[in-house]
């Protein structure tokens, strides 16, 4: 009798998804996951993220290297849906060696087809922000222009920065042809490329990390095989993902789980959970739509003097809502349930972790109240989900809140959800019920171990 042939996948992949506008905890939570997994991917984007791990009391922001790195067996690796950008990486490397992260090198691996950030395209990042009447507020990593490059065929790829240098310099030379007539008409000479000097400075940069570049198709089915745990952690998040995001005030990659397989070398057969992070109130960094936003002394990514507080000071001082990348000052505002239920249905998510219940305790106690946001009026409607159409109507959705009256104090040593304040339970019953969708873990200090876990869900 012929033998049937039967694909034999194992789902074991976890992946931490963004649920709002980025900076929600994905990095604690993923050096957490990290603990037990074998194999840790970063998948989309590149150092415009800013993941914050602590690794023996020491707080690393980490743009490219998955928080994984924190556990001395967790093998890690930069997929091939990264933007890499080599000078940010090898600094990075330097930063975990400088903190005695153990066999940094050793266990990094990078994907060959990953697309390569060149300083060109920072470039093209500053120059794309000027020229619009409203700029994205982008990170000026170059994403865009890296993944634009990489989409229309002249992008170079990890694997090119292994070519001899004279091989590099001409396909730099092509890729910069349309590039340098641009910095050209706008004036910009000193950013015209020289091929040849280029290729010099990251053949170099090649020579650094050849023994981290791996075909990493291998990697992950050697790990689906064995069915080890993967943990992916995601970078970015729902809003401002380029399709489901408020374009155009987005990143330039699909950063919800369906972006995240490809960029991490996996297949849908792969996913086992998909949690969702977010933060128990929200925040944005950059421009675009942010309904429950608070009014803040903010202006031009700029902190002003002020004698008195509005609500935003309030929250964002207390969460230290500072980029982990860039530094601006986050604009800040109350937790937006709604959208938490639409990007359920995006990542395909299992559960929410909420991060920072601690914090809004606080803020509660400053403020005297907490809010949460129910639905919306939009259009002269109430409406239940997140509109698509902003830029047709100009209107940005009202939110409908819910208030709770004052705060809490909430222990980071706290592990036993029956012991939360009743308030916080409420606020957490009411996330679940227009969420619709269970709050499994609770984060309740900055550290990866300040986490409350409901295994009973
Ligand atoms: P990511 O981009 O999603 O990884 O998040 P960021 O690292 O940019 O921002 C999250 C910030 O919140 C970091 O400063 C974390 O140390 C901090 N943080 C994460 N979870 C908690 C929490 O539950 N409580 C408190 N107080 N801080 C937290
Ligand atoms: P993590 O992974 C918060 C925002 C930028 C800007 C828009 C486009 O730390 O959550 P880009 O440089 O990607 O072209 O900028 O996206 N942005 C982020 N905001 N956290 C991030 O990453 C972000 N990555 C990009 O501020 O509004
Ligand atoms: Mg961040």
């Known amino acids: 009798m012929e033998k049937k042939r039967v694909s034999n996948f194992k789902p074991n992949a976890k992946y ?19 603990e037990d997994a074998k194999l840790v991917i970063r998948a989309t984007g590149g150092a415009n993220a800013g993941h914050t791990i602590i690794y023996k009391d020491n707080k690393l922001a980490l743009h490219l290297v998955p928080g994984g790195i924190v556990n001395p067996e967790a093998i890690c690796l930069i997929g091939q849906g990264v933007a890499f950008d080599p000078i940010i990486f090898l600094q990075e490397i330097e930063d975990l060696n400088k903190i005695n992260v153990p066999n ?32 994205i507020g982008t990170t000026k990593r170059g994403i865009g222009p890296c993944y634009a490059d990489h989409d229309n065929r002249v992008g170079m790829r990890v694997y090119d920065l292994l070519l ?24 910009m000479e000193n950013c015209i490329v020289d091929p040849k000097k280029l290729a010099k400075e990251f053949h170099e940069y ?5 023994e981290m570049v791996v075909n990493a198709d291998i990697l992950t089915s050697k790990a689906r095989k064995n069915g080890d745990k993967i943990a992916v952690e995601g970078a970015q998040a729902y809003r401002l993902d380029k399709n489901y995001g408020d374009y155009e005030n987005v990143t330039s990659s699909n950063c919800v789980t369906a972006g995240a397989l490809i960029g991490g070398h996996l297949n849908h057969k792969d996913v086992k959970e998909v949690v969702m992070i977010t933060k128990a109130y929200d925040s944005r960094v950059g421009n675009g739509p942010f309904p429950t936003e608070l009014p803040a002394h903010i202006k ?20 230290h809502e500072y980029g982990a990348t860039t530094k601006r000052p986050r604009r800040v505002g109350w937790c937006d349930a709604v959208i938490l239920r639409s990007a359920k249905d995006a990542e395909g998510a299992d559960y929410i972790c909420i991060n920072h219940l601690d914090t809004l305790g606080k803020i509660g106690n400053i403020l005297g109240n907490i809010k949460i946001c129910v639905g919306y009026k939009y259009q002269g409607k109430e409406i239940d989900y997140y509109p698509d159409d902003m830029n047709l109507t100009h209107e940005v959705p009202t939110p409908i809140y819910k208030t709770l009256k004052g705060g809490w104090d909430i222990s980071s040593d706290l592990r036993d959800y029956n012991k939360l304040p009743d308030l916080a339970k409420e606020f957490i019953k009411i996330v679940e019920d227009v969420a619709e969708i269970p709050v499994k873990y609770i984060g ?14």
Do not use: C, M
């Open 16 to 34: 931490i998804a963004g649920a709002k506008w980025g900076d929600e905890g994905k990095g604690k939570i993923a050096s957490r996951e990290s």
């Open 104 to 135: 940094v090198r050793e266990r990094i691996k990078i994907s060959g087809r990953a697309p390569v950030v060149f300083p060109y395209h920072k470039d093209l990042d500053g120059l794309y922000e000027s020229i619009k009447d409203n700029p």
């Open 164 to 187: 001899p240098e004279d091989e590099l310099a001409k396909k730099i030379d092509v890729a910069t042809r349309v590039h340098n007539q641009l910095f050209k008409l706008y004036n």
């Open 206 to 210: 090649g020579q650094k990390i050849k």
């Open 300 to 319: 031009n990514d700029v902190v002003l003097p002020y004698d008195k507080p509005f609500e935003g000071d309030i929250i964002r001082e207390e969460g």
């Open 444 to 457: 309740v200090g900055p550290k990866n171990e300040d986490l409350i876990v409901r295994e009973e869900l």
